[in-house]
């Protein structure tokens, strides 16, 4: 069984500036894989980055990067230049074997003007 | 990637009534879900749709409250049967396009409110 905790409910950022949200998870399997999603309030699940586990280089994509650290079973992701259309709900999940997908709670992004 | 979507986007129900849910992707993909989140909730995984068969069903959630359909490789529905205020939720699928890959694409999801 794969777990995943968001510990942080809700976030708050300045516009153009950097923040951090914080990804916990436990899993018994060897090969996994980790996902971020943000959910805009239009309800879209948009996929915003992966990482496959077996990679020791950290994904980016563009300003989104993350920050894996496989024996601590954590998984950031860094929002650099925030911009007001990254205010969102934003999910960390993981995935392996049967490939669904276990989610954690979310954390509640705000980006402030 | 795969492009999905879902039709009713929302609707309102009487108690006791059932709606069905389309779910469409642009292309062929080898696996679909559906998903409940409940305000303000997560994601929680109602059911696996198998093409050409039974779908596969999380705890907590059973075949004759939410029949699932699959009649091949784009399409699938989800029906939820003898509603009640409780199943106000929305509900979405998903898909992974392909084998070897984990990332699921979603549809926009369906909102449904039961009175």
């Known amino acids: 069984a794969q777990t995943v905790t968001q510990s942080q409910p809700e976030m708050s950022v300045q516009e153009a500036e950097t923040v951090t949200l914080s990804c916990t998870y436990d899993?018994?399997?060897?090969?996994?894989?980790l996902f971020w999603y943000k959910q805009p309030p239009s309800r879209q699940m948009i996929l915003v980055i992966r990482?496959?586990?077996?990679?020791?280089q950290n994904a980016t994509e563009n300003r989104f990067s993350v920050n894996f650290q496989k024996a601590a079973k954590s998984f950031s992701l860094k929002i650099s230049d925030s911009q007001l259309g990254d205010t969102a709900m934003y999910f960390c999940?993981?995935?392996?074997?049967?490939?669904?997908?276990?989610f954690g709670k979310g954390t509640k992004l705000s980006v402030i003007p | 990637s795969a492009v999905i979507s879902q039709k009713p986007s929302r609707d309102i129900c009487q108690r006791g009534t059932s709606l069905t849910i389309q779910c469409q992707v642009d292309?062929?993909?080898?696996?679909m879900f559906w998903y409940r989140q409940q305000p303000g909730q997560s994601l929680t995984l109602i059911a696996t749709?198998?093409?050409?068969?039974?779908?596969?069903?999380e705890s907590g959630f059973v075949i004759d409250k939410f029949p699932i359909s699959r009649p091949n490789l784009t399409f699938s529905t989800l029906t939820v049967s003898n509603m009640s205020p409780e199943d106000s939720s929305i509900y979405l699928c998903?898909?992974?396009?392909?084998?070897?890959?984990?990332?699921?694409?979603f549809g926009p999801g369906t909102r449904l409110t039961v009175t």
């Open positions: 999940a993981s995935g392996a074997g049967s490939y669904q997908l276990t």
């Open positions: 899993t018994s399997e060897s090969n996994y894989y």
């Open positions: 990482q496959e586990a077996y990679k020791q």
């Open positions: 292309s062929q993909v080898t696996m």
């Open positions: 749709a198998n093409q050409g068969s039974e779908a596969t069903y």
């Open positions: 998903s898909a992974i396009p392909g084998t070897g890959a984990y990332e699921q694409y």
